[in-house]
């Protein structure tokens, strides 16, 4: 790892240990994917070693494996359908904790448990913090059958919604795609300005090939952004 990178995942890891405070004895708990959310499994693992008793669902089949290796109690969504906590990270967020989030190619599960959750707190470096969306690509959860008319749809229905840019199948291993934990495909849609969030997303939901789109908006209710300066704690307006 690069010197920068090395203090950037300084930075998830701090993000990490604050939110590791919200985790008390009992609790049910949602545990994200990525590189952020990875500190976070760590932390959990550190304190189930020690004897505190929770039992976690995996946003992922990576976070599964790792929070297994870890020997974290594990449940699912089926026998345990209501959790108190989900802490996770994101690829881009502004400051009513808008999220944009799907990177890892996880959004379907991560949205799915967040919104299972009593409370969803994100953790991230403070590059994530945008005053406006759409820096990073806005990955969408779409089926294979009809690719090419589903992509076409994003287009004009997302132009609607005042967004353009480059919409691209995200890759996979070798010539294939990048194949989601459900079996789905992505499409990265490289909007730059997303000025209306709620507006874009009622418009995807709009196209049937759409599962999911990775805009997450009013399920952030706090984030711990990690920045040289220290923790920066957020709170969506009215929490
Ligand atoms: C995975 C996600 C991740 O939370 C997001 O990509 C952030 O990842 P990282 O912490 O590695 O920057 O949404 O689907």
Redesign the pocket.
């Known amino acids: 790892m690069s010197d920068a990178a090395t203090e950037v995942d300084d930075l998830?890891a701090k993000a990490a240990e604050t939110a590791i405070d919200l985790v008390k004895p009992g609790m049910k708990l949602g545990l994200?994917?990525?590189?952020?959310?990875f500190h976070f499994v760590e932390a959990v693992g550190g304190l189930v070693r020690n004897g505190l008793e929770v039992l976690c669902v995996p946003t992922s089949e990576a976070t599964r494996a790792h929070a297994e290796k870890l020997r974290i109690p594990l449940s699912s969504l089926d026998e345990t359908p209501q959790l108190d906590l989900t802490v996770?990270?994101?690829?881009e967020m502004d400051d009513q904790l808008r999220l944009i989030?799907?990177?890892?190619?996880?959004?379907l599960r991560?949205k799915i448990v967040a919104t299972a959750s009593d409370r969803m707190v994100v953790i991230a470096d403070g590059s994530k913090v945008s005053k406006t969306l759409g820096s990073h690509p806005l990955p969408v959860e779409v089926v294979r059958f009809g690719l090419r008319a589903t992509m076409r749809l994003i287009e004009a229905l997302s132009a609607e919604a005042g967004c353009e840019g480059e919409i691209r199948l995200r890759p996979g291993k070798g010539d294939l795609p990048f194949i989601t934990d459900q079996g789905n495909l992505i499409v990265d849609c490289a909007f730059n300005n997303i000025s209306e969030p709620e507006v874009l997303a009622f418009a995807l939901k709009r196209v049937p090939g759409v599962v999911e789109h990775?805009l997450f908006l009013g399920l952030a209710d706090l984030a711990f952004v990690a920045t040289s300066g220290g923790i920066k704690t957020m709170r969506r307006a009215g929490e």
Do not use: N
């Open positions: 998830k994200g994917t990525g590189s952020t959310a996770d990270g994101a690829d989030k799907g990177g890892g190619g996880a959004l991560e990775g």
